[in-house]
C-alpha cells in the first residue's frame, strides 16, 4: 500500500503516473470551457467510429449555477474532473479502477466500495451508456459509464469512461472539511497554497458575473453565433480546393458546440431561460452535437478509410 | 436424476432489478426444459449484486423418444400441395426434387431426409404421401446447452448493454457462466460458448475479501463455499441479517430502527455480505423535522433512520456496508457521518430560507406558483389554487367545514411546492406545508390541510377526517377532475397521464368514509363557473380589475340562485361583454389562456357517469354487485354518491334475503306479464286498480299488502331511510307469491282483467320507488 497522498496536486499526479501506467495516453486539458470531462473531444469525438482508443486527463469544468462565493464546503463553479476513456472498454476495467484509487490511497480492505446503479444521459450530447456511481464509505468517488450512444450514433465498440471528481475526493482523502483549506501543494513547501488561496477570489468573482453581471444580450447573440458557425463548417464542401483533398471540419464544428453548451449554461445561471425554453435549447445543442459527430465519423480518426 | 445449477456472473446488478430478474432466469429456463421434453422435480432462483443463479432439482436425464406419423396429400396431388406439405416437415427443396422424391415414392422407395421417413399408403384406393418423424431422446446436458442460451440471448432485463467488441447483451458485462449437471456419480460441466464466455464449474466469491475462483459440485456445495467466501446468496437472508442486527444494536442503544420494507429489500440487493454499522448524527441536524431527517438519509445515502422512542426524534442512522475490516467498520463509519453531515448542512440551508419565507406569509412562493403552469389549457397553479379556493367555500357548507378556513387553507395549501425543501425532495410536499403554515402561525386546521388535502392517494391510504381537510381536498380533485373534462383529456384504456381515476376514487372515499352527501352535479357547475369568471375577470383588464372581487361575488350568488336575470342590466351588459371578449381571445394573451373553459352539461353528465363507474369498481371490492349499483343508480338523486351507496347497501342486504330474492322474481313475473299486456293492448295499466274487483282472497289480501308497503316506503324514502323502505317491499314477496299461485290474470272478465293488470301495475311502481329492480340480474 502506497503512503497517503498529501496534496491536492499529488492526487493528481498519481492518477496520471497510475492511467499512464495502463496505457492511457495523457492528455492536456482543452482549452475551452466545458461543464464536464465528457465534453473534451478526446471523449465525445473519439467514442465514435471503431478505432481503439485510450487517454487519460484533467479537465477544468465550469458549472455557473453551482457558484457559491467559494463559501460552500464543496460546491464550486470551477472544478476539475479526471477523465479516462478506453475503447474498446477492457474486460477487467472494474479492476483497473479499482488500482487507481489503491494508488491515490484509498486502501480496498479498510473502505466500503460499493458500484451503485447510475444510468448515465446527456441530453446536450445526445449521448446515454449505463453503468455506476462508485461509492466509498457513502460518497460518490467517481461515475463509472459503458457508452452506448454518442450524438445518436451507437458506440461500435463501447468505450469504458471513467470520471472523477478530484475536489470531493482529494477532501476525502486528504481528510479536510472544506475543499478552501485543502493543500493544493506539499503543505512542507518553502511556499505552501491551499486551495483557497487559489481559487477563493475567483469563485467569488465568477460567481458575481455569472449570477448578476453576465451580459445576457451579448451571450444570446454568441449562442446563435456558435450555432451558426456551426452549421457554416459543416456545410462547407469538405473538398479543400487550396489542398486539392478532402478536410472534413469536425473538430472546428465541435468547438462551436461546446461554445454554444456553455453560453447556454451561463444563461442558465443568469435565470433567463424559462422551463419550456430550457427544453427547447437543449435540444439546439444536441442538434449542433450530432451533426459533429455525423461529420466525425466520416474522418479517418472517425473510421473511415484514408 | 441430475441436479442443475447455473450461476451468470456479471458486473453489479442494479438491486432494483435482482429479484425479477431471478425470476425470469427460472421461467425461461424451467420452461424451455419442460417444452424441449424435460420434467424437473423442483426450481429455485436466487440474486446477489453480482450474480443471478438458478437450481434445478431431480431433471430427467434425457428426452423421451417421440414419433410422430402425417399423411400428405395423394400423390398426384397438384405440386403446390406437395410442397406445402414438404416445408410443413422442414424439407425445404426447389420442386424439382420435390417432383423426384415423389416419383421415387410411386415406384416403391422409402425415402429418408434427416430425421423424416417418407413413403406411400393406399387408402380409398389411391395412393397418399405418408410421413414419420423420429425424435430420437437428447440428453438433458444438450437440451440446457440450448435453452441457457436462448435464455441469456433474450433476456428480458429492462435495460441492457453492450461492452467491449461484443455484440451480446445483458445488464452490466456477464463474466462467467457457471453450468453444471450433478448426481451421485459427481458434476458435469455442460459445455456453452457464449460470444467468447465459456462455461464452468467455477464462481468467485466477494469481491474484496475473497480472491480467486472456487469449483464447485452441487447446489449446497455452492451455498456453501460462496458463504465461506463472504457471499449470503439468498436475499432474503441478508435481509434478515440486515435487520436483526440493526434492530439489536438499536435496542442496545436504547433506541428502535424506523421500519422501511422497501429500503430494506433495496440495501439487500447492494451488498453480498452485509455488514450493520450504527452512526450518529451531528447534533446540529437534530432539530430538523424528522421526515427531512428521514428522507434525506435515505435518498441520497441509504441509511435506516433510527429513533429515540421516548422523544420520537431521529437520532442516530443504520448504513450497511458490504465489508468487515480491521477496525470495525470504524473508518467506514467515519466517512458515512461526514458524507451525511454534508448532506443535511444542504437540508438545513433549505429549511432556515423557507422558515423565513414562511415566516413572512409565503408571498413569494405564491407569486411563482403563477409562473408555474399547471397545464397549458387550464393554466397556472396559480390559477388552480385560486379556483380550488372558491370551490372549497362551495363545498364546505355540506361538509360541516368553516368556509373561511377551507378557502384560508386552498389558498396556501400549493404554496409548499415552490420551497426549497419540495424542490430537493418532492416526496415531502403537503408535509412541509404542513409546518411551514404553523411557522406563519396560521390556524391550526389550515396546517393540517395543507398536509392532508393530497390524501387519499392510493386506495388504501387513509382517508382525512378533519372538515377543512375534507373540503380542500375535495375541491382540489374536483377541480381537476372538471378541469380535464372541459377540454376533454379523459383517461382512455390504459392511459391515465393526471391520474384522474385515483382522483375520483379519492372523491368517493372522501364522501363515503366521512358520509358527507354532496351533489356532484351542483358542484360541478360551480367549478365550471369559477373557471369562466375568473379567467374572464382576470383578462378583462384594468377597468374591471378594481372591482373584480365585488363582481365575481355577485356574479357567484346570481348563479347559485339561478337568477343571472337578477342582476342589474349594467352588470349584465359587464358579463355579455366579457364573455364575448373571453371567446374572442384577449389581445396579446396566448390563446390557451384567453379561452373560456366550460364543462356543458354534456361533459358534467359524463364526468358523472365516471364517478359511477369508479364507484362500481369500488363497491365491487367490498362485495356489492354491479347491477344492484345500476339498480341505485337509476333513481333520482344519483349525483349524491353516499345517498347512493346507501340505496345499494340496503338493497343488496335485501336481495340477499330469501324474502327478497323471492320478491324480484315476483316483480319480474309481474312486470313481465305487464309489459306484454300493455305491448299486446296498446295501452298503460297505470291507474286505477280498484279493491272491489277484487274476486280471490289472494287478490284481495295483495291490495292490503301494498296498501301496507306504500304507506311504509313512502315516509322512508322521504326521510332516505332505505332499509325500512326495503324491509316494507320485502313483505310483498308472501302477498305476491301467493297471488300468482291461486289468481289468473287472464281471467275472462276483462273487467277483471283489467284490475289485475292494474294491481301488477301498483307492484311496479311501489317495487320502482325503491330502486330500478329491472336492472337486477337474477337468478332464473
Known amino acids: ?306 | 436424476m441430475p441436479d442443475l445449477l447455473i450461476e451468470l456472473f456479471s458486473e453489479e446488478i442494479p438491486a432494483r432489478m435482482q429479484k425479477r430478474a431471478s425470476e425470469d432466469l427460472k421461467k425461461l429456463v424451467t420452461d424451455g426444459l419442460v417444452e424441449a421434453g424435460l420434467t424437473y422435480a423442483g426450481a429455485a432462483a436466487f440474486a446477489t449484486p453480482r450474480r443471478l443463479t438458478l437450481s434445478v432439482e431431480g431433471l430427467t436425464a434425457e428426452s423421451k423418444a417421440t414419433l410422430q406419423e402425417r399423411r400428405g396429400p395423394a400423390l398426384d396431388a397438384k405440386p403446390q400441395a406437395i410442397a406445402g406439405f414438404m416445408r410443413g416437415l422442414d424439407i425445404e427443396a426447389p420442386d424439382s426434387i420435390y417432383r423426384k422424391y415423389v416419383e421415387d415414392i410411386r415406384n416403391g422407395e422409402v425415402i429418408t431426409v434427416g430425421e423424416v421417413m417418407l413413403k406411400s399408403i393406399e387408402a380409398k384406393g389411391r395412393q397418399f404421401l405418408f410421413a414419420s418423424i423420429e425424435n430420437r431422446g437428447r440428453m438433458a446436458a444438450d437440451i440446457v446447452a440450448e435453452v441457457l442460451e436462448a435464455t441469456i440471448r433474450n433476456f428480458p432485463w429492462p435495460k441492457s448493454m453492450r461492452w467491449g467488441e461484443g455484440t451480446l447483451k445483458w445488464v452490466r458485462p456477464l463474466h462467467s457462466i457457471l453450468c453444471i449437471l450433478s448426481d451421485e456419480g459427481g458434476a458435469e460441466v455442460v459445455p456453452l460458448d457464449i460470444d467468447g464466455i465459456t462455461s464452468g464449474d467455477t464462481t468467485q466469491g466477494h469481491r474484496f475479501m475473497a480472491k480467486g475462483a472456487t469449483s464447485v459440485s452441487s447446489f449446497d456445495d455452492y451455498e456453501a463455499k460462496l458463504k465461506r467466501a463472504y457471499v449470503v446468496l439468498r436475499a432474503d437472508e441478508r435481509a434478515e441479517m440486515i435487520w436483526h442486527d440493526a434492530t439489536n444494536q438499536a435496542f442496545a442503544a436504547g433506541l428502535e430502527v424506523v421500519e422501511d420494507r422497501g429500503l430494506l429489500a433495496e440495501v439487500a440487493g447492494l451488498v453480498e455480505w452485509p455488514v450493520v454499522l450504527l452512526g450518529r448524527i451531528d447534533d446540529d441536524f437534530l432539530g430538523l423535522p424528522p421526515e427531512v431527517l428521514q428522507t434525506s438519509m435515505k435518498e441520497h445515502q441509504k441509511f435506516f433512520s433510527v429513533k429515540n422512542p421516548k422523544t420520537g426524534r431521529i437520532e442516530r442512522f443504520v448504513t450497511v456496508a458490504n465489508m468487515e475490516t480491521a477496525d470495525n467498520g470504524a473508518t467506514i463509519l467515519a466517512g458515512n457521518q461526514k458524507v451525511l453531515s454534508a448532506r443535511l448542512a444542504d437540508a438545513k440551508f433549505f429549511w432556515e430560507n423557507d422558515l423565513r419565507v414562511a415566516k413572512a406569509g409565503m408571498e413569494p412562493w405564491l407569486d411563482s406558483l403563477g409562473n408555474v403552469t399547471f397545464h397549458n389549457k387550464l393554466g397556472s397553479q396559480q390559477d388552480r389554487v385560486t379556483r380550488v379556493a372558491a370551490l372549497a367555500r362551495e363545498i364546505a357548507p355540506d361538509i360541516g367545514a368553516d368556509p373561511d378556513l377551507a378557502t384560508q387553507a386552498a389558498k396556501v395549501a400549493k404554496a409548499d411546492l415552490a420551497s426549497e425543501m419540495v424542490y430537493e425532495f418532492p416526496d415531502l410536499q403537503g408535509l412541509m406545508g404542513r409546518y411551514y403554515a404553523e411557522a406563519a402561525e396560521l390556524p391550526a386546521e389550515v396546517a393540517e390541510a395543507c398536509e392532508e388535502h393530497y390524501s387519499p392517494l392510493g386506495p388504501s391510504d387513509d382517508v382525512p377526517t378533519a372538515p377543512v381537510s375534507v373540503a380542500v381536498a375535495l375541491a382540489d380533485k374536483i377541480d381537476t377532475l372538471t378541469g380535464f373534462w372541459a377540454i376533454d383529456e379523459k383517461p382512455t384504456g390504459s392511459k391515465d397521464p393526471f391520474a384522474l381515476r385515483r382522483a375520483a376514487l379519492g372523491v368517493i372515499r372522501l364522501l363515503l368514509s366521512n358520509g358527507k352527501s354532496l351533489e356532484l352535479l351542483n358542484i360541478f357547475k360551480h367549478a365550471t363557473f369559477f373557471e369562466v369568471t375568473y379567467q374572464s375577470l382576470k383578462k378583462f383588464g384594468s377597468d374591471v380589475e378594481g372591482h373584480n372581487e365585488r363582481v365575481r361575488e355577485r356574479l357567484y350568488q346570481a348563479f347559485l340562485d339561478d337568477k343571472l336575470e337578477s342582476v342589474s342590466v349594467e352588470m349584465r351588459q359587464e358579463i355579455a361583454d366579457l364573455a364575448d371578449r373571453a371567446k374572442a381571445g384577449f389581445p396579446g394573451e396566448e390563446p390557451s389562456n384567453s379561452k373560456i373553459i366550460e364543462i356543458d352539461e354534456a361533459a358534467r353528465t359524463d364526468l358523472l357517469s365516471f364517478f359511477h363507474d369508479r364507484l362500481k369498481v369500488f363497491l365491487k371490492d367490498k362485495g356489492i354487485r354491479h347491477d344492484i349499483i345500476d339498480a341505485c343508480i337509476a333513481m333520482p338523486g344519483n349525483d349524491d354518491l353516499t345517498l347512493l351507496v346507501k340505496r345499494a347497501e340496503a338493497l343488496a342486504a335485501t336481495l340477499a334475503t330469501d324474502d327478497g330474492e323471492n320478491l324480484i322474481q315476483g316483480f319480474k313475473r309481474a312486470n313481465n306479464i305487464l309489459s306484454q299486456a300493455e305491448e299486446k293492448d296498446g295501452v298503460e295499466y297505470s291507474y286505477g286498480a280498484d279493491l272491489k274487483y277484487a274476486e280471490e282472497p289472494a287478490e284481495k289480501a295483495l291490495f292490503a299488502a301494498l296498501d301496507a308497503a306504500d304507506a311504509k316506503i313512502g315516509p322512508a324514502m322521504e326521510a332516505e331511510d332505505f332499509s325500512t323502505a326495503m324491509t316494507g317491499m320485502a313483505a310483498l314477496r308472501g302477498p305476491i307469491d301467493q297471488f300468482f299461485t291461486d289468481v289468473q290474470v287472464n281471467a275472462d272478465s276483462q273487467v277483471v282483467r283489467r284490475n289485475r293488470l292494474n294491481l301488477l301495475s301498483r307492484i311496479r311502481k311501489s317495487c320502482l320507488s325503491v330502486a330500478d329492480l329491472t336492472k337486477i340480474e337474477g337468478s332464473s
Open chain 1, 1 to 306: 500500500m502506497a503512503e497517503k497522498p498529501r496534496s491536492f496536486q499529488e492526487i493528481i499526479l498519481r492518477l496520471q503516473t497510475y492511467w499512464a501506467g495502463r496505457g492511457c495516453a495523457i492528455l492536456q486539458p482543452y482549452d475551452m470551457e466545458v461543464g464536464a470531462g465528457t465534453f473534451h473531444p478526446a471523449t465525445t469525438l473519439r467514442s465514435l467510429g471503431s478505432k481503439p482508443w485510450a487517454a487519460a486527463y484533467v479537465q477544468p469544468s465550469r458549472r455557473p449555477t453551482d457558484g457559491r462565493y467559494g463559501e460552500n464546503p464543496n460546491r464550486l463553479q470551477h472544478y476539475y474532473q479526471y477523465q479516462v476513456i478506453i475503447k474498446p472498454s477492457p474486460s477487467d476495467l472494474q479492476d483497473i479502477y479499482l488500482g487507481s484509487l489503491e494508488a491515490i490511497g484509498i486502501d480496498a480492505s479498510m473502505h466500503d466500495i460499493r458500484f451503485v446503479e447510475d444510468d448515465w444521459e446527456s441530453p446536450t450530447l445526445g449521448a446515454w451508456g449505463l453503468g455506476w456511481e462508485v461509492w466509498c464509505d457513502g460518497m460518490e468517488v467517481s461515475q463509472f459509464t459503458y457508452f452506448q450512444q454518442v450524438g445518436g450514433h451507437d458506440c461500435k465498440p463501447v468505450s469504458g469512461e471513467l470520471t472523477y471528481g478530484l475536489e470531493r475526493l482529494a477532501i476525502y482523502i486528504l481528510g479536510v472539511d472544506h475543499v478552501m483549506d485543502m493543500p493544493f501543494n506539499d503543505p512542507q513547501s518553502p511556499i505552501p497554497l491551499t486551495y483557497g488561496d487559489i481559487f477563493k477570489q475567483t469563485e467569488q468573482e465568477y460567481a458575481r458575473w455569472n449570477f448578476d453581471v453576465a451580459d445576457t444580450d451579448v451571450l444570446l447573440q454568441h449562442f446563435k453565433d456558435a450555432e451558426a458557425e456551426c452549421q457554416r463548417i459543416l456545410d462547407t464542401p469538405s473538398d479543400d480546393p487550396k489542398k486539392d483533398m478532402k478536410i472534413i471540419m469536425a473538430h472546428p464544428a465541435y468547438d462551436q458546440c461546446i461554445k454554444a453548451s456553455h453560453v447556454f449554461n451561463l444563461l442558465d445561471a443568469r435565470g433567463v431561460i424559462s422551463v419550456t425554453e430550457r427544453q427547447a435549447y437543449i435540444g439546439r445543442v444536441r442538434a449542433l452535437a450530432k451533426m459533429c459527430a455525423d461529420a466525425f465519423v466520416q474522418t479517418e480518426a472517425g473510421g473511415q478509410a484514408a
